[in-house]
C-alpha cells in the first residue's frame, strides 16, 4: 500500500487483509473432517479400513455427518465404492453403518415405483385389454 498520509480506512484495509492471511493460515493447518478426498484421509497419518460400498452415496452421507466421522469414497464401478475411513473410528464407523443399512432396508420396503415404471406398467396393462376389446368389436359387428 502506498499513501503519505496513514487513514483510518488505509489501516482498516491493511488490518483486514492481514486477518484474512491469518485466517487462511490457520485453515490449512488443520486436518480436514467429514467427507474428504481418499490422499487428504491418509495424509492424516493414522491407520485406515475400507469397506465396500454399494448403493446411495448420498444418503450415506447424511448419515455419517451425523455420526461425525471421517471418511472417503473411491468408485471402483459405476454404483460401487470402497468407504475408507480411520480405524480409530471404526466403533462410530460401525454405529453409522448400521443405521445407513436400516435407512435403505426402509427405503427399498416403503419404495413406490417411479412415474417410468408406472408408464411401463399402465402400457403393458393396455396392451393386454386392447386384444380383449377388439375380440368383442368383432363379435359385435359380426352380427348385425
Request: with cysteine; charged share 30%; hydrophobic share 35%.
Amino acid at each position: 500500500m502506498k499513501a503519505s498520509k496513514l487513514t483510518a480506512r488505509g489501516l482498516a484495509y491493511v488490518v483486514r487483509a492481514v486477518g484474512r492471511k491469518i485466517a487462511k493460515a490457520h485453515r490449512a493447518k488443520q486436518t480436514p473432517h467429514g467427507k474428504q478426498s481418499v490422499k487428504k484421509l491418509m495424509a492424516h497419518g493414522t491407520s485406515t479400513s475400507s469397506l465396500e460400498l454399494s448403493g446411495d452415496a448420498k444418503l450415506f452421507d447424511r448419515v455419517a455427518r451425523k455420526w461425525n466421522v471421517d471418511y472417503a469414497f473411491y468408485q471402483t464401478e459405476p454404483g460401487k465404492y470402497l468407504l475408507f475411513f480411520k480405524s480409530g473410528q471404526a466403533d462410530a464407523m460401525t454405529a453409522c453403518f448400521s443405521e445407513y443399512s436400516r435407512k435403505v432396508l426402509d427405503k427399498a420396503k416403503s419404495r413406490q415405483p417411479t412415474i417410468p415404471e408406472q408408464m411401463k406398467q399402465a402400457e403393458q396393462q393396455l396392451a393386454k385389454e386392447k386384444p380383449q376389446k377388439e375380440h368383442i368389436k368383432e363379435a359385435v359387428h359380426g352380427n348385425r
